[in-house]
């Protein structure tokens, strides 16, 4: 297992790939249809997407769990 100090790390590296993989899936599907070559245009969109994912995830998940 993974010390407990880096699961937030751990969580929103999870998080963040998994959400941006999907939704750039769909909004990459949308905009071109099932076009040959999709798959390499989902995981261009996607790798852009997670780099700003990653980060947002880090930033935004403190200011939920107060909300919350």
Request: charged content about 5%; glycine content about 6%; cysteine-free.
């Amino acid at each position: 297992m993974i010390a407990r100090r880096y699961a937030p790390f751990l969580f929103a590296l999870l998080l963040s790939g998994f959400m941006s993989l999907m939704v750039s899936g769909i909004s990459t599907l949308r905009a071109t249809g099932p076009v040959p070559g999709f798959f390499a245009l989902w995981i261009s969109a996607w790798l852009a997407a997670w780099l700003f994912a990653f980060p947002a995830v880090l930033l935004v998940t403190p200011l939920a769990r107060r909300a919350v």
